[in-house]
């Protein structure tokens, strides 16, 4: 193959449809996965490698962009960012409820056995706070290779304050800093295609859907209140705030968002994927380096649903009477919670015990729930990812277009 017939490739791959080209990737991921799950597995490392790069470079992509945007700030311009955290606020409350809803609605067992967690969850609301504020202040380095969002954008946000009253080259570096980060998660993003061919092989060759089928009930909860606040309540707020039809918006963020962030399982691997859509979207720039790392941080409504949906299942198979006042009470305090899950792969099922904690049940039981939420994690960690990965881009964007509409 000639060196200019391998650019032109090239080129029509970087410069093709990223939908389309997840879609391929998709199909040909299950395809082999089903004719050889032994290549397909190999084929993992692909997904692997993909999802390594997101990681390495959104720690990065956001304390630089973050800096050089609050450095670069005119004083005139106006920045949107209390909308989006009144939205991520009020969105985590509605879907912890709606969670509750469903399950008094469609109520669930689980048939808990012995399994062990390796994972220590926190025991209290207060230390899940205490462990927001002590990131908050971690040292920068260690939030940079640790990927620390809280301290990062606590780091970003008090250097680019000071960077505000340097000279005129300084902020140029920064912001050709930024510019070249930007560039290199635009072609980290472009891989995607390949990655999730990488990633849907190796999961449906290695774990299949067999598990799955004695839980479905429980599944079809817990999806069906993340498809509910995804496709109606979510557009709600977006028309309360724009006073448009909200869905154009809702379906792009899903495809161009969700259907990454549901295969990385990794809110904060999908950083980058959902600053590149910002930027397609030409939403203003001061508003989502801000709002996307954060979104990624405190905006948890899947998580929400997860923990909600997971410890009334617990209190139904052990009955223990609960009335809908104390159900809401622990939607409020899955809300909370959800806030300090962490953005990784299954980060929300261990702040399960810490609901479990309302109703007085056991440690140990609490933590096999953990374990059927681990056995569950192929579709409702992915869905949850998908939700609060697709929200953040969704309510940033709601709140920069009502901003235009003034």
Request: glycine share 6%; proline share 4%.
């Amino acid at each position: 193959m000639s060196s200019n017939v391998f650019s032109t490739m090239v080129r029509r791959y970087m410069n093709g449809n990223i939908v389309l080209q997840i879609v391929i990737g998709l199909i040909c991921g299950i395809v082999l996965a089903v004719v050889s799950p032994e290549a397909a597995r190999s084929a993992g490392l692909v997904g692997e490698i993909f999802v390594k790069a997101l990681k390495a470079i959104a720690p990065l992509l956001v304390f630089i962009l973050v800096m050089a945007s609050i450095a670069n700030h005119q004083k005139a311009r106006e920045t949107h960012i209390k909308p989006v955290l009144v939205l991520y606020m009020v969105g985590t409350l509605i879907a912890a409820t709606t969670a509750v809803i469903f399950s008094f609605l469609f109520p669930t067992e689980l048939n808990l056995v012995a399994a062990e967690v390796s994972q220590t969850a926190p025991e209290g609301v207060g230390e899940v706070l205490n462990t927001l504020i002590f990131n908050m202040v971690d040292n920068p380095v260690n939030a940079l290779v640790t990927a620390n969002y809280i301290g990062l954008l606590t780091w970003a946000v008090g250097l680019g304050f000071g960077l505000r009253h340097g000279s005129d080259t300084t902020k140029n570096v920064l912001q050709n800093m930024a510019d070249s980060v930007t560039f290199v998660v635009t072609i980290v993003v472009r891989m995607a295609p390949i990655g999730i061919f990488g990633l849907v092989t190796s999961t449906v060759a290695t774990t299949g859907f067999d598990a799955l089928l004695g839980y479905s009930h429980l599944l079809m909860v817990l999806i069906g209140a993340m498809l509910f606040i995804a496709l109606v309540t979510n557009p709600i707020l977006v028309f309360i705030l724009t006073r448009s039809n909200p869905y154009p918006l809702v379906f792009k963020c899903l495809k161009e968002s969700g259907i990454t962030a549901f295969f990385t399982r990794s809110s904060a691997a999908n950083i980058p994927v959902n600053m590149s859509l910002c930027q397609r979207l030409k939403l203003d720039e001061d508003t989502y380096s801000v709002s996307i790392p954060l979104g990624a941080t405190i905006n948890m409504g899947g998580a929400a649903i997860t923990i909600t949906v997971l410890t009334l299942a617990a209190v139904n198979t052990l009955d223990i009477p609960v009335d809908f006042a104390t159900a809401i009470l622990l939607s409020v305090i899955a809300a909370v919670s959800a806030c300090g899950s962490s953005g990784v792969a299954g980060g929300s099922l261990l702040l399960i015990p810490l609901a479990c904690s309302l109703f007085n049940i056991p440690n140990d039981i609490a933590m096999q729930v953990v374990a059927v939420g681990f056995i569950l994690g192929v579709l409702q960690d992915s869905a949850e990812t998908a939700l609060n990965s697709s929200t953040d881009v969704l309510f940033t964007a709601a709140a920069c277009r009502r901003a235009e509409r003034k």
